[in-house]
T-cell receptor, first 113, second 109 residues
């Protein structure tokens, strides 16, 4: 069981370039999320999707976009990367249980120069 | 504003017990989570509390007091593999998760 797969694992990117972080899950979870994690800060929600075909903005959505064409895939796009977007990005999905705990991908470490 | 506070770093000895505290101020409450995150890895779910009291799961226990806006994670019989960051998160009235910055736990032999 793969769970959630993210790609790439790590990427160095020049400022101004476009970048898409891929996320795929095989658990048939309806809800999916993109977080960024920066040193000394809690996980911050960028965008989320409660079900295929719908998306919503989180706490820090500026500079990012997402799409949810089907249940399994939830890509995150940086249209024009800036150095402040250097971070570790985690994709997650939530279970259908009453707790709704999150399952995370292994993360994508992005450096924007 | 919404806020989750937990200590930045704690040190404990192998075989001992450690308590990691979390206090929160959120708009509404729909549950509190603890996650474990080893360095360079993804967070993994540890526990969930929605009612006051203690939830025990093996060597790990989590306590919640909603009236005090307070939770703790108790780790017993510490092992070196418990060295990790422990993240506290609260689900607010909109069912959005608010995350603390995490507590880095260092276990010494």
């Amino acid at each position: 069981i793969a769970g959630i797969t993210q790609a790439p694992t790590s990427q160095i990117l020049a400022a101004g370039r476009r970048m898409t972080l891929r996320c795929t899950q095989d658990m048939r979870h309806n809800a999916m999320y993109w977080y960024r994690q920066d040193l000394g800060l809690g996980l911050r929600l960028i965008h989320y999707s409660n079900t295929a075909g719908t998306t919503g903005k989180g706490e820090v959505p500026d500079g990012y976009s997402v799409s949810r064409a089907n249940t399994d895939d939830f890509p995150l796009t940086l249209a024009s990367a800036v150095p402040s977007q250097t971070s570790v990005y985690f994709c997650a999905s939530s279970s259908q249980t009453s707790t709704g705990e999150l399952f995370f991908g292994e993360g994508s470490r992005l450096t924007v120069l | 504003g919404q806020n989750i506070d937990q200590p930045t770093e704690m040190t404990a000895t192998e075989g001992a017990i450690v308590q990691i505290n979390c206090t929160y101020q959120t708009s509404g409450f729909n549950g509190l989570f603890w996650y474990q995150q080893h360095a360079g890895e993804a967070p993994t779910f540890l526990s969930y509390n929605v009612l006051d009291g203690l939830e025990e799961k093996g060597r790990f226990s989590s306590f919640l007091s909603r009236s005090k806006g307070y939770s703790y994670l108790l780790l017993k019989e510490l092992q070196m593999k418990d060295s990790a960051s422990y993240l506290c998160a609260v689900k607010d009235s909109n069912y959005q998760l608010i995350w603390g910055a995490g507590t880095k736990l260092i276990i010494k032999p």
